[in-house]
């Protein structure tokens, strides 16, 4: 599981830019432009490297984010339960839900080892909004490539991300069970509580860092 999180994380980290956002850019083309630049910030990053969570938070921060669609994804892993939530909670959800997911994410950053990266060939219409963009994780020591996808839609502010596949397992599939469990257990406010609960250990824990 550690490894599977830290692929998924590496490559959703290395994808994206907030560079190229306002460009009219093809998904495929976006993700193959824009992971050498970040590759490389990570390979010469001693610190980055050494686990130094805040440095990883600010490299997610200013690559990453403005290319996931969080109320989206928080929508969906929430699913049949985000009718129960009220307008202000579904924000609050999606930004714990955001910040978990930077966390956890800055975290494995961290474990990249010159992993090497396929992207295929995406074949797309003018008209189409919905892509899936198909990529491979290959590692030195692993004989078998680790397939990643990635689902985005397309908005007035180019491309977002909203769900990511990773040997077939939806993350967005992952926490909806979570989430669900939860919500039955002690309603909508429960899940905000526990999610604010592990992003303040996680906040905590990066403190002493």
């Known amino acids: 599981m550690k490894l599977v999180t830290g692929i998924l994380i590496l490559a959703s980290s290395i994808a994206f830019s907030a560079k190229l956002g306002a460009q009219e850019i093809a998904p495929d083309t ?23 969570t805040s440095k ?4 997610i921060e200013s690559k990453v984010l403005p290319h996931f669609n969080f109320m989206r994804m928080t929508q969906l892993a929430v699913g049949k339960d985000w009718r129960q939530a009220n307008s202000e909670q579904q924000k609050t959800l999606a930004n714990e ?3 978990l997911l930077v966390r956890t994410y800055s975290k494995a950053l961290s474990e990249y080892r010159n992993e090497k990266i396929t992207i295929k060939a995406l074949t797309l219409k003018p ?16 004989g078998k490539p680790i397939g990643l996808d990635y689902y985005m839609e397309k908005s007035a502010s ?17 926490y909806r069970e979570t989430f669900g469990s939860e919500i039955r257990r002690s309603g909508v406010d429960g ?4 999610l604010q609960s592990k992003n303040q250990s996680a906040e905590g824990a990066t403190a002493k860092k």
């Open 56 to 59: 990883a938070i600010d490299l």
């Open 127 to 142: 008209e189409d909004t919905d892509a899936r963009v198909r990529t491979e994780i290959s590692q030195a020591n692993s």
């Open 158 to 174: 180019g491309w977002k991300v909203y769900d990511i596949e990773i040997g077939g397992v939806s993350l967005i599939t992952n």
């Open 191 to 194: 899940l905000i509580k526990l």
């Open 97 to 99: 839900f955001h910040t």
């Open 30 to 52: 976006l993700i193959r432009n824009v992971s050498n630049e970040v590759l490389d910030i990570v390979r010469k990053d001693k610190d980055i490297q050494a686990g130094h």
